[in-house]
């Protein structure tokens, strides 16, 4: 194929190595914090959950029981506000006030714990009123969003990243879509591209800090690597009581 056929997949993927740039120039503070809060949870051993709506959820199953990740994350499901069951519901459910509590709510969040809540738009009722949940039970709130979006969207609500205890801008556009192929339509989401990257920035700089300081952190290795079946058994035994999902 020439270069001329592939335009449309150069242009996204240039997009995306354009914001994982930025994030690396602008983001670098609220990532460092993310993982000094991480740090913390693990010392306190206490938990790291993550929540996230709509196709925002696919980041709490990113950081969940993977090769090279953490063992004491805690994904936070909700099949309501997920898309597998209703998309359409989902979509609404999300926008609507009063949810939160009760879907975290099987979710013992507590001052040791840290709690990350992804939501691109930054503006739906549940993800901000997830972060205001977590701040009420005492533990540290990380907000993954998008600024440009929740600047353009929000008018007049409260966003995620003003309820949060740290924010990190994810550089994706307002509506989420990258690549302008025809007048009028955009296409190309990126939300998840990024917010994968941001997660898996603050895991590994979570881990490496704990390294500097002659500390093993809790994280799994693969299973088809020698020394796994040990290692990954002891670490789902120590946390299966309190991860409803292991």
Request: aromatic share 4%; glycine share 10%; hydrophobic share 45%.
């Amino acid at each position: 194929m020439t270069s001329t056929a592939l335009s449309g997949a150069a242009a996204y993927l240039a997009g995306i190595a354009d914001r994982i740039a930025a994030l690396t120039a602008t983001q670098g503070e609220a990532i460092g914090a993310a993982a000094a809060a991480c740090v913390e949870t693990i010392r306190r051993d206490g938990l790291i959950y993550i929540f996230g709506t709509g196709h925002s959820h696919l980041m709490a199953e990113e950081g969940h029981f993977r090769a090279g990740g953490l063992a004491c994350v805690v994904p936070i499901l909700a099949s309501s506000v997920m898309l597998h069951e209703g998309a359409v519901v989902s979509g609404a459910l999300e926008r609507m006030p009063g949810l939160a509590a009760p879907l975290l709510g099987r979710y013992p969040i507590g001052p040791a714990d840290t709690l990350f809540v992804f939501s691109n738009s930054g503006v739906n009722a549940v993800p901000v009123e997830a972060a205001r949940h977590g701040r009420d039970k005492g533990a540290r709130v990380v907000a993954v969003t998008s600024i440009a979006y929740s600047q353009a969207a929000a008018a007049g609500r409260p966003t995620l990243a003003e309820t949060a205890d740290i924010a990190i801008d994810n550089q994706g556009p307002p509506g989420d879509a990258l690549v302008t192929a025809a007048e009028g339509l955009v296409v190309g989401p990126i939300s998840t591209v990024l917010g994968a990257a941001i997660w898996n920035a603050v895991l590994t700089e979570t881990v490496a800090r704990m390294a500097a300081s002659g500390e093993v952190a809790p994280a799994y290795i693969s299973s088809n690597m020698p020394g796994s079946k040990e290692r990954n058994a002891a670490l789902v035994e120590r946390y299966r009581t309190r991860n409803p999902h292991l």
